[in-house]
């Protein structure tokens, strides 16, 4: 939370220990260029929705609206980095299983419907693993990402996780 009474939120699948294990020593095995911002391994997650600044007062229900959202488990494979505009090193998996979107299309349903920020590019999931890294090579991987869960998390000097909805 900040001084203004607004939290920064978004809803994110985080790994499970060898899932982050796994993503890190991939990021481990780059040629990064000096100047890089590694995104820690503890911070490592697949953004779902970033949105935004909201009130304090508003985060239980926002946290209780969005809790309600179920999905099917399902398991991303990693497999394969890109280099994206302004120096950032994503890391993309094979591809997006029907659950995923499914997630994705239901978690934007519910922010529309509170009337928060809701994205209109298209979903491209993918992991971060560094900033400022252009030039960087990164070899091809492959492991595998379970998502059993899903987070609400606030973004406020660190990721702090205010609810989090297992997958059926």
């Known amino acids: 939370m900040n001084g203004a009474g607004t939290t920064r939120l978004f809803t994110a699948l985080w790994p499970a220990p060898a899932a982050r294990d796994a993503a890190a020593r991939w990021q481990a095995t780059?040629?990064?260029?000096?100047?890089?911002?590694?995104?820690?391994?503890?911070?490592?997650?697949?953004t779902l929705h970033f949105i935004g600044p909201?009130?304090?007062?508003?985060?239980?229900?926002?946290?209780?609206?969005?809790?309600?959202?179920r999905c099917d488990a399902f398991s991303l494979r990693f497999g394969r980095?890109?280099?994206?505009?302004?120096g950032l090193v994503v890391g993309l998996p094979e591809a997006t299983p029907p659950a995923l979107a499914?997630?994705?299309a239901a978690q934007a349903e519910v922010l529309h419907g509170l009337g928060l920020h809701v994205e209109h590019r298209p979903f491209r999931p993918?992991?971060?693993?560094?900033?400022?890294?252009?030039g960087?090579?990164?070899?091809?991987?492959?492991?595998?990402?379970?998502?059993?869960?899903?987070?609400?998390?606030a973004s406020q000097n660190g990721y702090r996780a205010l609810a989090m909805v297992p997958l059926a």
């Open 30 to 46: 780059a040629d990064w260029p000096t100047g890089t911002a590694l995104v820690a391994p503890e911070r490592l997650h697949v």
């Open 54 to 69: 909201v009130p304090n007062e508003r985060l239980p229900a926002i946290a209780d609206a969005l809790s309600r959202v």
């Open 81 to 86: 980095a890109a280099a994206w505009g302004r």
């Open 102 to 104: 499914a997630l994705h």
């Open 126 to 134: 993918h992991l971060t693993l560094a900033r400022d890294a252009a």
């Open 136 to 153: 960087a090579t990164l070899p091809d991987a492959a492991f595998d990402w379970p998502a059993p869960a899903w987070r609400l998390v």
